[in-house]
């Protein structure tokens, strides 16, 4: 399944592959090769919590390998024409107060930087609106109205 990244978003996950690959693969082949010299492998703990560790870091490699195969790239340089894009930044007003996001990929979103995903309810909402269009959010404390005051 596609997930959609800005440039920078897709060179971290390269950054985070390349690392689990070139620096913690090494770091579980010493690991296992420790447990290993410590005797019998049947009742070795240390061996069999270190293949479970491997298993994860394995799993993780080939996820992020998929990834980045299917990863969309999103060039914040494409117009958005007065539509709320994937890498659209929005200025949204709620009765509360004015916030600011920029709309990324599931694998961007970090709320504490102001990135939501087009998978969140806010980032569903607002995509193909156009600057003005008030969207409804549903959200666990009820529904919030926003009004999209401004798509950079």
């Not at 996820?63 to 195969?69: C, G, N, P």
Request: aromatic share 4%; glycine share 8%.
């Amino acid at each position: 399944m596609s997930e959609y990244f800005s440039e920078n978003g897709l060179e971290k996950i390269k950054k985070d592959l390349d690392y689990l690959k070139n620096v913690k693969r090494k770091e579980m082949a010493e690991r296992l090769e420790t447990a290993i010299s410590s005797g019998d492998l049947t009742e070795n703990s240390e061996y069999l919590e270190a293949k479970g560790d491997q298993a994860i870091l394995e799993g993780r490699i080939i996820e992020l390998e998929d990834i980045i195969r299917d990863a969309i790239v999103v060039s914040p340089k494409e117009k958005h024409n007065g539509w709320v894009q994937i890498g659209s930044t929005i200025l949204v007003s709620s009765i509360h107060k004015k916030e600011r996001f920029t709309i990324v990929g599931a694998e961007e979103a970090n709320p504490m930087e102001g990135k939501i995903s087009i998978k969140s309810p806010l980032g569903k909402a607002a995509l193909n609106k156009p600057k003005g269009a008030a969207v409804k959010v549903l959200t666990p404390r009820g529904e919030i109205k926003y009004k999209i005051l401004k798509i950079i």
